[in-house]
């Protein structure tokens, strides 16, 4: 996810990008730039210092050229390549007079990449980007406008995007395009505008426009003309805003966690995108591992808290079933002080968000230094054990305001399950053919959790049934017992209601003592090998008064007539199902919080990020 802002026509285009930037920080702060068409040549400027990228970019703007009418803006949450100031985007062509910026991931830049170089291309960036701005400079130079050039670039490339595209030869045009990430355009009388998101053109035009899919505009001063990718002239639809700054930049959702919910189909897709070699085989994103290193490890540890922790307990069941090598999974902040055993054959894989928890990247730490090899799962490049680690699969959920972890937590499991399938590769354990039908599989999940998320308003009618309740037990066996506990995490951060989570199997170990009317009891009954004993489990504590609210796969008869209330949900393979099934679980404690008042983006006593044991 990064932010977009460009314009052609105005006397002060600076000032407008700069400060759409500003508003568009909250879509990615690692690095900021912009590009003018000033006469005859392209003016770039580019800061990587962080959250202070932008007023960087500022100071670094006064000095320039005021003659300039058009330009470019791009705020950066890095996929490929370190934030630097290399990476940073605008991205030139060889000759300095092609400038593009872009939101998204190219799932075949390596391949193009390989092939501009064998041609003569310098590629002077890590990221997938700067292979357009090459390719458009080919087409360019066999004779066609920057339009066309930009249209026939885009039929070589695969993946998701929206971009922007300026030439110092065509000083006054702006060339946008998108595929699966958005772009919206903007008129006055003498300027046209474009933006990644609503919030960097709010009063600056109320004509606003939505370019689609597959969708290309060319920008001039006061004019817009989009066509398809093919040539035929489209009209695209006008966009009614009604918003202040502060709802558009939560996509006119009430708070950022509803947004960010509604956002992990495409955290979902976008971690799963880019990750095969030209050959088919699974990659890593940062892999200082080979495949003999990853071929010698026989036992696998993964340290991790919060959220990140249940995403971990999934993990070991994919790794184990898939790649048939022992995992452990351990707290991070426990971690250390039990003198774990680990040696050269151990992988230990630290997973974090933000890839700056101190407790984890303390566990990576002392497993380094007991001899296992490093690998880091996190949402943020270049974070302090991103670095450290001997491997990185970086989640691509973009960045996330609210305190409670969703679009990070999905993107997670769907990240370790790719690991787990490349141990299953160069172990052998999986076929060919078995890898890429469990990859088909994951490619399904992001309609299944849209799926999921059309059926809000059947979540909200529970939680409002279960206001008044205050004591919740959260049961789950096999990979349910971790989609359990997330589901009280969820919402014990956001209610503050007492939520336990248990596997169901321990009811009678203690637990049920506490079952009594009143109490509401919560269960992930979709179907797993163990789905009759779950019913047991489930009769036990609906003998004993419990309200029962299960999560259930669509037209689960059983299921239904166990519960009081049910969570619908699509059926999905036993492993992967927990992506699905911890949807409508977020949805219910975000509900049962608002209902109670809470604000739910910033819940009492907890922080993003720890950075203290």
Known sequence: MCGIIGATGLDDVVDL?????????????????????????????????GTRSVAALRGLAASAPRAATTGVGHTRWATHGHPSVENAHPLFDCTGRVAVVHNGIIENHTEIGERLEAAGHTITSATD?????????????????????????????????????????EPELLVAARRNTPLILGLTDGAALLASDIPALLGKTDRLFVLDDDQLAELRPGSVRVTTLAGAEVEPPALSIDW??????????????????????????????????????????????????????????IVACGSSYHAALLAKYAIEHWARVAAEVDIASEFRYRDPVLDATTLAVGVSQSGESLDTALALREAR??????????????????????????????????????KTLLAQIVALELLALTLAQVRG?????????????????????????????????????????????????????????????????????????????????????LIEPGTVVVGVATRNPLWDKFQSNIAEVKSRGATIVLVANDGDERAEALADHVLWVPAADQLLAPVVDI????????????????????????????TVE
């Open 17 to 49: 990008l700069v400060e759409g930037l500003e508003r568009l920080e909250y879509r990615g702060y690692d690095s900021a730039g912009l590009v003018l068409t000033a006469p005859g040549e392209l003016w770039r400027v580019r800061a990587a210092d």
């Open 129 to 169: 980007t700067e292979v357009l701005a090459h390719l458009v400079e080919e087409q360019m130079a066999g004779g066609l406008s920057l339009t066309e050039a930009v249209r026939v670039t885009l039929t070589m490339v695969e993946g998701s995007f929206s971009i922007a595209v300026v030439s110092a030869d």
């Open 244 to 301: 202040d700054l502060a709802a558009a930049q939560k996509g006119g959702y009430e708070d950022f966690m509803s947004k960010e919910i509604r956002e992990q189909p495409r955290a979902v897709a976008d971690t799963l995108l880019d990750r095969h070699r030209p050959d088919g085989s699974l990659t890593l994103d940062e892999a200082r591992l080979s495949d003999d290193d990853l071929r010698r490890i026989n036992k696998v540890y």
């Open 369 to 406: 230094q007991r001899g296992a090899r490093v690998l880091a799962v996190t949402n943020v490049v270049d974070s302090s054990i991103a670095r450290d680690a001997d491997a990185v699969l970086y989640t691509r959920a973009g960045p996330e305001i609210c305190v409670a972890a969703t």
């Open 429 to 513: 354990t999986l076929s060919a053919d078995e890898i890429d039908q469990i990859m088909e599989s994951l490619h399904r999940l992001p309609g299944m959790i849209e799926e999921v998320l059309k059926r809000e308003k059947e979540v909200d009618e529970v939680a409002q049934a279960l206001v008044a309740a205050r004591d919740f037990f959260y049961l789950g066996r096999n990979v349910g017992f971790p989609v359990a506990l997330e589901g009280a995490l969820k919402l014990k951060e956001l209610s503050y209601l007492h939520a336990e989570g248990y596997p169901a199997g321990e009811l009678k170990h203690g637990p049920i003592a």
């Open 583 to 610: 949807v409508p679980l977020q949805l219910f404690a975000y509900r049962l919080a608002r209902l109670h008042g809470h604000d739910v983006d910033r819940p009492r006593n907890l922080a993003k990020t720890v």
